[in-house]
C-alpha cells in the first residue's frame, strides 16, 4: 500500500524558508507523478508544485512561482519543497500527493496526512 508522510511544516516569520519533505513507500513503480498541494482554513485545496516521474519538468502555481521549488530524490521516494521568501497567505497544510494522469491533474490518488506551515506577519 502506497504511503506518504510528510515533515518539516512549522512557524516562520514573513520572509522566511522552509524546506518540506515526503517520503513515498509501498509503491509497486517509479511512475507516479508527485505534487504537493494546500489547504488555508475555510479554503478548497490548492495546487502548489508538480513534478513530472519521468520528464525532467516542474510545474508551479502562479503564486509561488519564483519563491518554491519543488525537486525529487531516489526515484520519487523522496519529495521536497522549498519554499523562500514566505509571506502569510502561504500559511496552510501542506499535502504530498502521488499518482495522476497528469503532474497538474488535481486527481491524484494518494495523500499524505499533511504537515502545517504557519507564517507570521
Known amino acids: 500500500q502506497v504511503q506518504l508522510m510528510e515533515s518539516g511544516g512549522g512557524l516562520v516569520q514573513t520572509g522566511g524558508s522552509l524546506t518540506l519533505s515526503c517520503v513515498r513507500s509501498g509503491c509497486p513503480t517509479s511512475r507516479y507523478n508527485m505534487a504537493w498541494f494546500r489547504q488555508a482554513p475555510g479554503k478548497e485545496r490548492d495546487f502548489v508544485a508538480a513534478v513530472h516521474w519521468n520528464v525532467d519538468r516542474t510545474y508551479y502555481a502562479d503564486s509561488v512561482k519564483g519563491r518554491f521549488t519543488i525537486s525529487k530524490a531516489n526515484s520519487g521516494n523522496r519529495l521536497y519543497l522549498q519554499m523562500n521568501n514566505l509571506m502569510p497567505e502561504d500559511t496552510a497544510m501542506y499535502y504530498c500527493?502521488?499518482?495522476?494522469?497528469?503532474?497538474?491533474?488535481?486527481?491524484?490518488?494518494?495523500w499524505g496526512q499533511g504537515t502545517q506551515v504557519t507564517v507570521s506577519s
Open positions: 500527493a502521488a499518482g495522476s494522469a497528469s503532474p497538474t491533474d488535481p486527481d491524484y490518488t494518494y
